[in-house]
C-alpha cells in the first residue's frame, strides 16, 4: 500500500438509531479520509454524532443504531459489509478503541493484569501463558505505568483515573494497531492529568506511525492534538481541513461561533453589557452574526471593585471529614486546610482546583450546607458559623447556589414555574400575584420565554435548564451566588451564553460571585480574583491577570500549562 | 500542534450553510407534548396490550367485589340443602326428590354445581372477590404507608435512626410473614375478620418495601435538586415530602401492585391451613379450596373452579405490575 492511499476512507456514512417514532437520523452523509499515520480530530457538540460516527467505523453501534447507508473502507475494504466474525479480527488487531470513561471501562471484578492478557489473547499476539504475561508486562510499561508486574495483580478501584486510562491506552495499543480510534479519552480526568496522558498517546502513536481518530468536543484540545480537524453539527460535516487553518480562519458560521466561543481560546474577561450594548434578551438565535463570542474587550476596572468592602471572608476555614472505615472507629481527613480569602463586593472569585481539591467543600461551608470544623466564615462582616434558624433563613435569602449538574439539579416532577417560584414561597415573599410577577421578570432576566412556565426540566435542553437554575437563584434578589462547577457540564456554545448572561447579570445586579470550577479557562473570562486550591489548601491567590501572566507556584504554572490550545495563535 | 509530521495537506472544505440556521441552541421545544415521568409512562401504557388486558380483568374483578348481585341471586350459604327434600326444591333444581345435592355438578342456575354442603359454588365464588380484593387492598396500603414511612425516614435521615429502622426491618424479614401471621391469626380464634387477617399478612411484609424505598431515597437526597432546596432554606421535613419522595415512590408502586396478587394469595393461604376467616361469615376462595380438598376425586369443580378465579385475578395484578415497571423505567421504553 503506498503512503498516498488513505488508510481509513469513510464515504457518504449514514447511521439512524431506532426510536419510538421511527428511524431518526444520527449521521447524515459524512465523509473523511484517515491517511495512514496522520491524526485527525472529530470536534463537535453533543449530539452532533461525533462518537456515534466512530462507533459506526468498528460497527460497535448500540442495539438501536444501524448504518443505513455509506461506505467505511479501510484499506479497501468495506468494514460495514463485514461478518460478525471477520469484523472481530479487524478489531483490536487492526483498529484499537481507547474508550471515553476510564472509570467504567475497565470490569472492576478482573485484576489489570487478566484484563490486559484477554486482549492479548483474543487479538492472537501470544498463546503460551508465559509469553501472554511477558506481553502484559511490556503493555503496560509501554502504556507508562512502573511497576508492571506488581500492577497486573492490582484490581481497577486501586488505579486512579489517570492510570485507569493508561491501562486502556496500552490495551489500545497492544496488537500494534494501524489505527486507534480515541473517544474523548480525557474528558473525564483532570486536566494536569490530561496533558499527560494525550502527550503520552501521542508519543507513542508517533513513534509507531499509528494513524488517530481523536474525538472530542474542546476546539482547543482538538487543534492542540490533531494535523486535520472534522467539525460536526448536527449529524454533517460543517468544516474540514487543516487544524490551524480552521482555528485561525474558519469559514462557516459554526465554526467561526465555535472558535470564538471556546474559552480556552480566548483571552480576557467578559465584558458586562453595558460595555458591549448588547441586551440582555438579544441572545442571537436566527443569524449567523457570532455575537456569543467570548468578548474580547480591554481590562475592566477591576481594580475599583478591590477597594469596596469583602462581602464574603473566609479566616482559616477547616473542615474535616471523618472517614468511616467500617468499625467503630474513623480517620479523619482534612478536605479544607486553613483557607482564608475575601470577596470585595460586585467582583467575582474563583476558586480553581482539580478534582479532590477542596473547592467545592469550601462553598458548601459557605452555605452552610456543611458545618465548619473550625475558622469563621464572614458574609456582610456577620458571622455566619454560628446562626439560629431565623438568621439563617435570612442568610440563605441572600446567597443562592447554581450547581454544576443541569440535569441533576431541577426536580423533574415540578415544572419550570414552579421550580422558580420555590424560593419566594419558601420565604414567603408578597402575595401570589407578586410572586407570579417576580417569576416572570427572573425568567426575562435569563432570557428565557413565558412559554417554559408550564414545561418540565426533561424538555428543555441542558442550557436551558441552567438558565433556569440560575432564574431560581435570583428570585430572591440574593447579593451573592455561589456557582459550583455552574457551566462545567455544558457545550460551548451554550457555556459561552451562559458565561455571558453571568456577566451581564453581576453588572446590571451588583452580584458577588464565588465561582468553583477545575476549568482554569473559565476562569479568565469570568474572575477578577483567583485563588488555586490543591488538597485543601490555596496555593496561590492573585488577581486573574498576575495569575495568568505571571503565575508565582509550580502548580499554577502546570495547571496553566495544561490549558488546551493555550499556544495557538488565533487569527483575526 | 502536533510533533508529528503531517503527512498531506487536508483540503479545507467547507459545507453550504442549510437551512436550520443555529438557531437550534436556543430553541425551546413549545410545540411538543408537555411530558414528565408520569406523563409518559401513561402514554407508553396506553400502547400495550397486557396493560388493557390486565386493566379489563382488574375492573371486572371490582365490579363484581362491589356489586355481587349483579351476577347472581343465588345466596352463597343460606338455603344450602344436601339433597332434595321438597316438591319446590325438586322443581326448581329440575332433579327428583332425594338427589344428592352435595358435591353434585352444574344444574339449571347453577353453572359450577354445589360444593359438599350443597352450597352453589359460582355464587361463593362471585361473593368471595370481595374478600380477596379487600385483604389484597388493605395490605397493600398498609404495607406501602409502613414501607414508605420506615423507609423515607431511615434514607432521608440516616444515622442512627437508619440503622435502628433497617435493623427492625430484618428481625421483621428474618420472620417468615406465612408464619408469623398463622401465629397472629391463631390468637384470635373467636373474632376474626378482614382487618386482623390484613393486619397479620402486612405487619411482616413490610421491610421488603421500606428497603427499596430507602435505596431510593438514598439516591435522591444526593441529587443536586435536593442539596438546592436545602440552600433555599427549605426544611428538611418539607424537601422530603417536596422533591425526595415524589421522585423516590416509582419502585414501590411497582412493588405494590405486585404485592397485591401476593396479599391475596397469603389470604388464601391461611384460610386454606385453616387460620384464616371463618368460613361461616365470610366467604372466601381459600376456604372453598380447602373445603373441597375432601372431595377432589368425585367433585373437582368445588376445587377447580375457586383456584381459577384465585389465579386469573393474581396474574391480573402481576400483568399489571410488569407493565407498570417498564413504563416507569425509561430503560425498558427505549428497548420495546
Request: glycine content about 8%; aromatic content about 8%; overall charge neutral.
Given at each position: 500500500m503506498s503512503a498516498l492511499e488513505p488508510l481509513l476512507s469513510v464515504e457518504d456514512l449514514q447511521v439512524a438509531f431506532k426510536t419510538q417514532d421511527g428511524f431518526v437520523p444520527a449521521v447524515r452523509g459524512?465523509?473523511?479520509?484517515?491517511?495512514?499515520?496522520?491524526?485527525?480530530?472529530?470536534?463537535?457538540?453533543?449530539?452532533?454524532?461525533?462518537?456515534?460516527?466512530?462507533?459506526?467505523?468498528?460497527?460497535?453501534?448500540?442495539?438501536?443504531?444501524?448504518?443505513?447507508?455509506?461506505?467505511?473502507?479501510?484499506?479497501?475494504?468495506?468494514l460495514s459489509q463485514l461478518k460478525r466474525g471477520e469484523m472481530e479480527a479487524v478489531r483490536g488487531k487492526e483498529i484499537g478503541l481507547v474508550p471515553q470513561d476510564p472509570m467504567n471501562s475497565l470490569n472492576p471484578v478482573h485484576r489489570i493484569g487478566f484484563q490486559v492478557e484477554e486482549t492479548i489473547r483474543a487479538n492472537g499476539l501470544a498463546t503460551s501463558k508465559r509469553d501472554v504475561r511477558k506481553r502484559a508486562v511490556e503493555v503496560l510499561k509501554e502504556a507508562g505505568l512502573a511497576d508492571a508486574d506488581q500492577r497486573l495483580r492490582q484490581f481497577p478501584h486501586e488505579f486512579s483515573g489517570g492510570m485507569r486510562q493508561r491501562v486502556l491506552i496500552g490495551i489500545g495499543l497492544s496488537s500494534h494497531p494501524k489505527l486507534v480510534i480515541a473517544d474523548e479519552p480525557t474528558?473525564?480526568?483532570?486536566?494536569?492529568?490530561?496533558?499527560?496522558?494525550?502527550d503520552h498517546l501521542e508519543h507513542l502513536t508517533a513513534e509507531r506511525g499509528t494513524a488517530v481518530i481523536f474525538i472530542t468536543h474542546d476546539l482547543g484540545l482538538a487543534a492542540e492534538r490533531a494535523e486535520n480537524l472534522v467539525v460536526m453539527h448536527r449529524g454533517k460535516i460543517v468544516e474540514s481541513g487543516p487544524a490551524r487553518e480552521i482555528l485561525q480562519n474558519p469559514r462557516h458560521p459554526y465554526t467561526k461561533r465555535l472558535v470564538s466561543a471556546a474559552p480556552s481560546l480566548a483571552s480576557q474577561r467578559i465584558q458586562a453589557a453595558a460595555a458591549t450594548g448588547a441586551p440582555i434578551g438579544s441572545v442571537e438565535v436566527e443569524g449567523e452574526e457570532p455575537t456569543l463570542s467570548l468578548l474580547t474587550v480591554a481590562e475592566r476596572a477591576a481594580e475599583a471593585s478591590v477597594d469596596a468592602p469583602p462581602v464574603i471572608?473566609?479566616?482559616d476555614v477547616t473542615k474535616v471529614f471523618k472517614i468511616r472505615t467500617g468499625g467503630p472507629r474513623s480517620i479523619p481527613f482534612t478536605a479544607v486546610d486553613k483557607v482564608s480569602f475575601q470577596v470585595p463586593k460586585g467582583s467575582t472569585m474563583a476558586l480553581v482546583g482539580e478534582s479532590g481539591s477542596g473547592k467545592s467543600t469550601a462553598a458548601k461551608l459557605l452555605l452552610r450546607l456543611e458545618d465548619i470544623t473550625s475558622g469563621t466564615i464572614h458574609v456582610d462582616g456577620k458571622d455566619i458559623t454560628e446562626l439560629g434558624k431565623q438568621e439563617l433563613l435570612a442568610l440563605r435569602r441572600k446567597m443562592q447556589p447554581v450547581f454544576q449538574d443541569p440535569y441533576g439539579s431541577l426536580d423533574p416532577l415540578h415544572n419550570i414555574g414552579n421550580t422558580i417560584a420555590e424560593p419566594l414561597n419558601v420565604h414567603r415573599v408578597g402575595d401570589a400575584k407578586t410572586r407570579k410577577a417576580r417569576v416572570l421578570e427572573v425568567l426575562d432576566q435569563v432570557a428565557l420565554p413565558q412559554t417554559v412556565l408550564a414545561r418540565y426540566p426533561n424538555e428543555l435542553s441542558g442550557g436551558q435548564r441552567q438558565r433556569v437554575a440560575i432564574a431560581r437563584a435570583l428570585a430572591l434578589k440574593p447579593e451573592i451566588v455561589v456557582l459550583d462547577e455552574a457551566v462545567s457540564a455544558l457545550d460551548v456554545l451554550v457555556q459561552a451564553q451562559v458565561l455571558n448572561l453571568l456577566a451581564e447579570l453581576q453588572?446590571?445586579?451588583?452580584?458577588?460571585?464565588?465561582?468553583?470550577?477545575?476549568?482554569?479557562?473559565?476562569?479568565?473570562?469570568?474572575?477578577?480574583?483567583?485563588?488555586?486550591?490543591?488538597?485543601?489548601?490555596?496555593?496561590?491567590?492573585?488577581?486573574?491577570?498576575?495569575?495568568?501572566?505571571?503565575?508565582?507556584?509550580?502548580?499554577?504554572?502546570?495547571?496553566?500549562?495544561?490549558?488546551?490550545?493555550?499556544?495557538?495563535?488565533l487569527g483575526a | 500542534?502536533?510533533?508529528?509530521?503531517?503527512?498531506?495537506?487536508?483540503?479545507?472544505?467547507?459545507?453550504?450553510?442549510?437551512?436550520?440556521?443555529?438557531?437550534?441552541?436556543?430553541?425551546?421545544?413549545?410545540?411538543?407534548?408537555?411530558?414528565?415521568?408520569?406523563?409518559?409512562?401513561?402514554?407508553?401504557?396506553?400502547?400495550?396490550?397486557?396493560?388493557?388486558?390486565?386493566?379489563?380483568?382488574?375492573?371486572?374483578?371490582?365490579?363484581?367485589?362491589?356489586?355481587?348481585?349483579?351476577?347472581?341471586?343465588?345466596?352463597?350459604?343460606?338455603?344450602?340443602?344436601?339433597?332434595?327434600?321438597?316438591?319446590?326444591?325438586?322443581?326448581?333444581?329440575?332433579?327428583?326428590?332425594?338427589?344428592?345435592?352435595?358435591?353434585?355438578?352444574?344444574?339449571?342456575?347453577?353453572p359450577l354445581g354445589f360444593t359438599k354442603q350443597g352450597c352453589d359454588v359460582f355464587s361463593r365464588i362471585v361473593h368471595g372477590t370481595g374478600t380477596s380484593l379487600s385483604v389484597g387492598?388493605?395490605?397493600?396500603?398498609?404495607?406501602?404507608?409502613?414501607?414508605?414511612?420506615?423507609g423515607a425516614f431511615a434514607g432521608y435521615f440516616g444515622g442512627w435512626l437508619d440503622s435502628f429502622l433497617m435493623r427492625l426491618g430484618d428481625i421483621f424479614f428474618a420472620i417468615p410473614y406465612i408464619l408469623a401471621a398463622v401465629v397472629i391469626m391463631s390468637l384470635f380464634l373467636h373474632d376474626r375478620n378482614i382487618w386482623i387477617i390484613s393486619l397479620a399478612i402486612g405487619?411482616?411484609?413490610?421491610?421488603?418495601?421500606?428497603?427499596?424505598?430507602?435505596?431510593?431515597?438514598?439516591?435522591?437526597?444526593?441529587?443536586?435538586?435536593?442539596?438546592?432546596?436545602?440552600?433555599?432554606?427549605?426544611?428538611?421535613?418539607?424537601?422530603?415530602?417536596?422533591?425526595?419522595?415524589?421522585?423516590?415512590?416509582?419502585?414501590?408502586?411497582?412493588?405494590?401492585?405486585?404485592?397485591?396478587a401476593g396479599a391475596i394469595t397469603a389470604e388464601a393461604t391461611l384460610s386454606f391451613l385453616g387460620v384464616g376467616l371463618p368460613n361461616n361469615?365470610?366467604?372466601?376462595?381459600?376456604?372453598?379450596?380447602?373445603?373441597?380438598?375432601?372431595?377432589?376425586?368425585?367433585?373437582?369443580?368445588?376445587?377447580i373452579y375457586p383456584s381459577i378465579a384465585l389465579s386469573v385475578t393474581v396474574l391480573a395484578f402481576i400483568m399489571l405490575g410488569e407493565t407498570v415497571r417498564d413504563a416507569l423505567d425509561p430503560k425498558a421504553r427505549a428497548t420495546r
Open positions: 459524512v465523509s473523511f479520509d484517515v491517511y495512514p499515520g496522520e491524526t485527525i480530530a472529530i470536534v463537535g457538540e453533543s449530539g452532533s454524532g461525533k462518537s456515534t460516527t466512530a462507533h459506526a467505523i468498528i460497527n460497535l453501534l448500540p442495539g438501536s443504531g444501524r448504518i443505513t447507508g455509506g461506505k467505511v473502507l479501510f484499506e479497501g475494504r468495506d474528558s473525564a480526568l483532570d486536566v494536569t492529568v490530561q496533558k499527560k496522558i494525550l471572608e473566609f479566616r453588572s446590571e445586579l451588583g452580584l458577588t460571585y464565588l465561582f468553583i470550577t477545575h476549568d482554569l479557562a473559565v476562569v479568565r473570562v469570568i474572575a477578577d480574583h483567583v485563588s488555586v486550591m490543591q488538597q485543601g489548601k490555596i496555593v496561590e491567590q492573585a488577581t486573574v491577570g498576575e495569575v495568568f501572566d505571571n503565575p508565582k507556584t509550580a502548580y499554577t504554572r502546570e495547571l496553566l500549562a495544561a490549558i488546551p490550545g493555550v499556544d495557538i495563535p | 500542534m502536533s510533533s508529528k509530521n503531517p503527512v498531506r495537506t487536508a483540503p479545507h472544505y467547507v459545507a453550504e450553510v442549510d437551512e436550520g440556521g443555529l438557531g437550534a441552541v436556543d430553541a425551546v421545544r413549545v410545540s411538543d407534548r408537555k411530558s414528565n415521568l408520569w406523563l409518559d409512562a401513561w402514554r407508553d401504557l396506553r400502547g400495550r396490550w397486557m396493560f388493557w388486558v390486565s386493566a379489563v380483568i382488574i375492573l371486572f374483578i371490582v365490579f363484581v367485589a362491589l356489586f355481587p348481585g349483579a351476577l347472581t341471586q343465588v345466596p352463597p350459604n343460606d338455603n344450602c340443602i344436601l339433597s332434595v327434600k321438597t316438591q319446590d326444591q325438586a322443581d326448581a333444581l329440575g332433579v327428583p326428590i332425594g338427589t344428592r345435592i352435595s358435591d353434585h355438578g352444574p344444574l339449571p342456575g347453577h387492598i388493605i395490605v397493600t396500603v398498609l404495607v406501602a404507608v409502613m414501607g414508605i414511612v420506615i405487619f411482616f411484609s413490610w421491610p421488603s418495601t421500606a428497603r427499596i424505598l430507602r435505596s431510593e431515597v438514598l439516591r435522591v437526597r444526593n441529587l443536586d435538586y435536593v442539596m438546592a432546596s436545602e440552600s433555599i432554606g427549605l426544611s428538611k421535613f418539607r424537601t422530603m415530602f417536596m422533591h425526595v419522595l415524589p421522585n423516590s415512590i416509582a419502585p414501590v408502586i411497582i412493588i405494590s401492585t405486585v404485592g397485591l361469615i365470610y366467604m372466601s376462595w381459600g376456604n372453598d379450596i380447602s373445603a373441597a380438598q375432601t372431595s377432589l376425586r368425585t367433585a373437582p369443580q368445588t376445587l
